[in-house]
């Protein structure tokens, strides 16, 4: 099974313009997320919409191609990166990993944990889950909660407490039930990337802004597989402190 890690990368970030290039002790951001990736893959792609950040790409000798500016998600970016990556490579992939371009600290146990997922030949999509240790994670609206079957398939995604737990104060939640936060790092069938992109927003999607009640809403699986690594996304310069305290650790 031949595998690719795709970075989608974007400069115009609301909240942290130009946040892929944004130096992390020497580097820029998306080399620290490309050299952990690297770890573990033979085959890296970023897919970015702006010059700035290919060339940073090809200055420390990484691989870039360019996607359009339109692209709604970075599912969406991914899977246009993926028809380029193919013809540079010139070859076809079985799966498809999709890593965050603010993860500069995805720990390379993750990446070959999620990528151990398509040992079974069911899989569709696989990502990671956390379990929860905190009443603060618990509670936090931008660690979405995910609960799953007796296969590892995610049932459903909230950015609510899921389960709700009947009759028990909600400070003692924890003492009674394993919740999962989620870890935004996905893989996909060639097939199925390339199929989940071509749907229409749904209900659920629309209510929770998780694009990945989309997939489930149309009947596709979602295998988790559980991961003890914390995980440390940066949306805003003051994520980056914190990462940045993170990595002189």
Sequence with gaps: MKFIAIIPARYASTRFPGKPLADIMGKPMIQRV?????????????????ERISDAVRYFGGNAVMTSTSHKSGTDRCAEALIK??????????VVVNLQGDEPFIHPI??????????DPTVQIATLIKPVHSNEELFN????????????DAIYF?????????????KDWLLHHQFYI???IYAFTRETLLSITRLDTTLLEKA???????WIENGFSIRTAVTQHESIGIDTPEDLDQALKFFER
């Design 34 to 50: 490309y050299e952990q990736a690297a770890q573990v893959f033979d085959h890296i792609m970023v897919g970015t919409d702006d």
């Design 85 to 94: 990556a193919e013809s540079h490579f010139s070859t076809t992939f079985d």
């Design 110 to 119: 993750q990446l070959t944990l999620i990528k151990s997922c398509f040992e």
């Design 141 to 152: 609206p931008n660690k979405p909660k995910v609960v799953i079957n007796n296969k590892n």
């Design 158 to 170: 909230s950015r609510s407490v899921i389960p709700y737990l009947r009759g028990i104060d909600e």
């Design 182 to 184: 989620h870890i935004g």
């Design 208 to 214: 929770e802004s998780l694009e990945q009640l989309r």
